[in-house]
């Protein structure tokens, strides 16, 4: 079967929606539940999947972040083609990306910014990430996959060396000095204590690039041990989506496309855990360490498969509309989760009664508070996609 090129990829509304909502289920806070259960597997297995690992391996919800660089790339084809099917031209569309790039960067220190007392300059949260990485990007979108795989690799291997050859903590290193414990259970050993906790080469990167914005206090450390130049390697996670994109946008037939993104998903899996295993490098989602490059960039190109295959090729579609309904606007529900969730929650037990999520204990407060928050910033998303609102930069 040879498909024509199509103007959209619906299973990529459907899965940035779905990646969207599981984002904003963090509003449900999941996690208190499960206090309220000492020791029952099920909610210990969803409080672990809903959570950051602490430091080496990973949960789904490490994949929220990976899933929507890898969709960025995944995008950037249609875009070019759509922008050039408008007319613009290349010096256009050059500027509508560093456009773009300025304001996702701006966007991600605004709601970084909220309820702070001045500017919080901050680089490592997904939109900023993007918009640092996004002009390089998008200038390997005009090449071809052999450059784009290559620039990968070298992204890679180069930001694997800046770590192996700086400096890793000694034994009389201050772990307090830079918010660590010195007992905590995660410190690594040997070759790879060179991207322990906020003692890494980025680490110290950011020690100095972060204190030269104004700020209230000088930054020594972020708490979770998150870099600014996770940008760099993340950048090689959005080139994965990049060449998914030019894939699924080729006039190979689907049958063609479901191997090739098999065949590299368990490329990207393996290789990553091999890293991590051989004791190369760890797999650090937080420090998006190279071999959490490959093996997130392999898990996000299986699941972009698993919608591909059931969206655009079984063509089963039914169930998807919640989900294309903020895939489409995910940068507006991204925004109302961020500013107004609190807002919405407090508001619903105004006007229903402070006990209204009560009825089911105390237990579940959270779940069914954040849930009702979601269903109404759903609703402004419906209310938006039957107006034709989109907003998009």
């Known amino acids: 079967m040879i498909e024509t090129k199509q103007e959209r990829l619906a299973a990529l509304d459907v899965y940035r929606g779905a990646t969207m909502l599981f984002m904003a289920s963090e509003i449900m806070r999941i996690s208190r539940v499960t206090d309220s259960f000492p020791g029952n597997p099920f909610w210990q297995f969803i409080s672990f999947q809903t959570s950051h690992v602490a430091w080496t391996g990973w949960s789904m919800w490490d994949l929220i972040q990976p899933s929507f660089m890898f969709m960025v790339g995944v995008a950037l084809p249609w875009s070019i083609a759509s922008r050039k099917a408008k007319g613009q031209t290349h010096r256009d569309l050059w500027l509508h990306t560093l456009w773009r790039a300025f ?34 990007l998008f200038w390997l979108g005009w090449q071809s996959a052999r450059i784009q795989g290559i620039a990968a690799a070298v992204i890679l291997v180069g930001y694997w060396m800046l770590f192996a050859l700086f400096a890793a903590p000694g034994a009389g290193f201050d772990w307090s000095a830079v918010g660590v414990d010195e007992g905590w259970p995660h410190h690594l050993n040997g070759f790879a204590n060179h991207w322990d906790k906020n003692s890494n080469f980025a680490a110290w990167f950011d020690q100095w690039f ?53 065949k590299a998903g368990a490329a ?25 490059a490959l093996f997130a960039g392999g898990c996000t190109c299986w699941l972009l498969l698993l919608f591909y295959w059931l969206i655009d090729v079984k063509q089963w579609r039914s169930w998807t509309f919640p989900f294309t309904v903020v895939g489409v606007n995910s940068i507006a529900m991204y925004c109302l989760v961020h500013l107004i969730d609190r807002f919405v929650g407090e508001s619903l037990k105004v006007h229903f009664g402070r006990e209204v999520f009560s009825i089911f204990g105390i237990a579940f407060v959270s779940v069914l508070e954040g849930g009702a928050v979601l269903i109404v910033l759903w609703l402004i998303c419906y209310w938006m996609y039957q107006r034709k609102l989109f907003i998009r930069i």
């Open 103 to 136: 304001a996702l960067v701006a966007l991600g220190i605004f709601l970084r910014s909220v309820g702070k007392p001045q500017t919080n300059f901050t680089f490592e949260d997904v939109l900023t990430q993007i918009g640092l990485g996004y002009p390089v």
């Open 210 to 262: 972060l204190n030269l914005f104004p700020r209230s206090k000088p930054f020594v450390f972020n708490g979770g041990g998150y870099l600014t130049l996770n940008f760099i390697p993340s950048l090689a996670t959005m080139i994965f989506g990049l060449l998914a994109g030019g894939l699924l946008r080729s006039d190979n037939s689907s049958d063609e496309k479901i191997k090739v993104l098999l």
């Open 268 to 292: 990207g899996i393996i290789a990553g855990w091999a890293l991590d295993v051989l004791g190369i490098c760890p797999m650090v989602k937080r420090i998006w360490t190279p071999s959490w």
